[in-house]
């Protein structure tokens, strides 16, 4: 038991791989029992995620091939975050870009690891209100489809494990499980979409 809640100790890095999205590094690291292993670890920039509400019950999601999956999925708009942008800015950029939208209000619902394992990453996931069209330039690499769904269904698509894009925010996570609030403020639905998340070791402090 001891041993479990004991750190590693990393005794060299060196870099493996690097492009403009990710670093891959390569560790050399002491367990709590004295041996040591290589551990490898993908660097990835802060990202946002955010549900965009039209009304009560209406939400907009975005489709597009994902090539890792090798297929075509719905999901809410998502992206990385940029050298020195806030994470507000950054889910105003990732709307407009995805779903031709700006909100007039955002409310952090969480925050939380992706992954524990090999993959750094932290998503900040966002419910977006108020929302009327703009235009602003997809990235060079996507090709979208934007659709609006009624919450209830985005709520049985990810309980049936559909939606890779939305599971990996917790299949039960502030998304998974929650119903809107009626006509309630955005900081109602985010409390009740927020109280929802999956695994209460994964939700970091705002």
């Not at 791989?17 to 590094?25: A, D, K, T």
């Not at 942008?85 to 105003?92: D, G, Y």
Request: aromatic share 8%; hydrophobic share 35%; with cysteine.
């Amino acid at each position: 038991r001891q041993l479990a809640r004991a750190p590693w100790r990393r005794l060299t890095t060196r870099p493996v791989y690097e492009n403009r999205w990710i670093r891959v590094r390569e560790d050399q690291v002491e367990l709590p029992d004295g041996k040591t292993t290589i551990y490898g670890v993908v660097e990835c920039a802060g990202c946002v995620g955010v549900l965009p509400f039209l009304d009560a019950e209406t939400v907009v999601l975005v489709g597009q091939y994902r090539y890792v999956f090798g297929g075509f999925y719905w999901e809410m708009p998502t992206g990385a975050m940029r050298r020195g942008e806030s994470e507000e800015a950054a889910v105003q950029r990732e709307l407009a870009e995805e779903a031709g939208y700006q909100a007039a209000r955002l409310v952090k619902l969480c925050a939380f690891h992706t992954s524990k394992s090999v993959v750094e990453e932290t998503a900040n996931i966002y419910l977006a209100e108020g929302l009327r069209p703009t235009e602003l330039p997809p990235d060079p690499t996507e090709f979208i489809e934007v659709r609006t769904f009624p919450f209830d269904e985005v709520v049985r698509m990810v309980e049936r494990g559909e939606d890779p894009g939305l599971v990996r925010v917790g299949r039960r996570g502030p998304f998974g499980r929650a119903r809107p609030v009626g006509g309630g403020t955005a900081k109602a639905r985010a409390d009740r979409l927020a109280s929802v998340v999956t695994d209460g070791d994964q939700r970091l402090p705002d």
